[in-house]
């Protein structure tokens, strides 16, 4: 259950912020019209189905963001549970309570010390890099079709190595549906996003932090701020190696044998503030890796050990068009294109 929270939480920060960077694309057509929408809209909702081959069940989530920024996120347990998972984000998009329905039991999460004026300079200097990067038009019209009883047109676009095809509605104008597949957890999960509802009067009582009555109290160590990028694959790596004898990871991306790894030895569910650290780190790496096409980086790290501290785990491009590596000693240095392993 600590793995699907902890999952949910990162596919609706990556779904949001990557919806928001694809608003800058605004031709004057229906995508950019409905995007639009997305931009400006003071508070939001919609479902989202998420898909991973080999899974029995899809998982089921509403989503609802207020004018602030807060998010609620009320994930349908699967065939034969009852209830739902509910995540409370505050308004810098860190988890403050997790209610799970079923078991009664609320994860809490202590306030962040840090100021959010701080936490958002950090975003908005991310989002401005990233702009740069953006055209002004989708990438492909796919023409008109009928669905769910709505005639709506089809766009692709693409922003790192997530390609979204978006549905619009073309007698209101508004997105219908928005899908693309996530490279969380290895599988490629299909996400697909709907009945998306702007400017609702959302109640109040949505985004409160207070524990429901009823509900046996867990307290969780607050995440902490991360920088995200080079330096939190360094840390993840370090945290993960330290845990696994010097073994690197399998993946970046397939959270199975993390999750596994760092689960070792919690008490009742409650993770330590160090394994709190390392996975905080984990899902910084996300956002970073789908900022950049996938032929901009690899990670070469399955079966190496901290002992090759001369062999390439991880490289990317940067922005500038040189390159970076992290080596088995966590070392990281520019590196030469031509001096690059193949992936």
Do not use: C
């Not at 009945?195 to 949505?206: H, M, T």
């Not at 004898?245 to 790894?261: C, E, I, M, N, R």
């Not at 503030?273 to 984990?282: D, I």
């Amino acid at each position: 259950m600590k793995l699907i929270t902890t999952a949910a939480g990162l596919l609706l920060t990556v779904s949001m912020a990557t919806l928001l960077v694809l608003t800058i694309k605004s031709p004057s057509s229906a995508f950019g019209q409905a995007l639009k929408q997305v931009r400006e809209a003071r508070s939001m909702s919609y479902a989202e189905l998420i898909t991973v081959k080999g899974q029995p069940q899809p998982v089921r989530t509403r989503v609802f963001i207020a004018e602030d920024g807060r998010k609620r996120s009320e994930m349908l347990l699967g065939a034969g549970k009852s209830g739902k998972v509910t995540t409370i984000f505050d308004a810098a998009g860190k988890i403050r309570v997790t209610l799970m329905e079923d078991s009664k039991l609320a994860l809490v999460h202590d306030q962040a010390k840090e100021k959010r004026g701080e936490a958002a300079g950090v975003d908005f200097v991310a989002w401005l890099e990233a702009l740069k990067k953006l055209g002004d038009k989708p990438d492909k019209e796919l023409g008109e079709k009928e669905l769910e009883g709505k005639r709506v047109t089809g766009f692709v676009a693409t922003q790192g190595n997530l390609t979204f095809t978006m549905w619009v509605d073309n007698a209101m104008g508004n997105p219908a549906r928005i899908e693309y597949d996530s490279p969380v957890n290895g599988a490629a999960p299909h996400v697909v996003m709907s009945d998306f509802r702007f400017d609702e009067e959302l109640d109040e009582s949505l985004f409160s932090f207070a524990v429901p009555e009823g509900y046996q109290v867990r307290r969780q160590p607050t995440v902490p701020s991360v920088p995200g990028g080079e330096a939190s694959v360094v840390e993840a790596l370090r945290g993960y190696t330290k845990r696994d004898g010097g073994k690197f990871p399998p993946s970046l991306t397939d959270w199975g044998p993390w999750a596994v790894l760092f689960s070792q030895g919690s008490r009742d569910g409650t993770l330590d503030p160090e394994v709190t650290r390392v996975m905080a780190h984990l899902g910084a790496i996300l956002p970073f890796l789908v900022s950049m096409p996938k032929d901009d980086y690899a990670y070469l790290g399955e079966g190496k050990t901290i002992d090759q501290k001369d062999s390439i785990v991880f490289w990317y491009k940067r922005p500038d068009g040189t390159y970076r590596a992290i080596y088995g000693d966590l070392s990281v240095k520019d590196v030469k294109a031509e001096d690059l392993p193949q992936k």
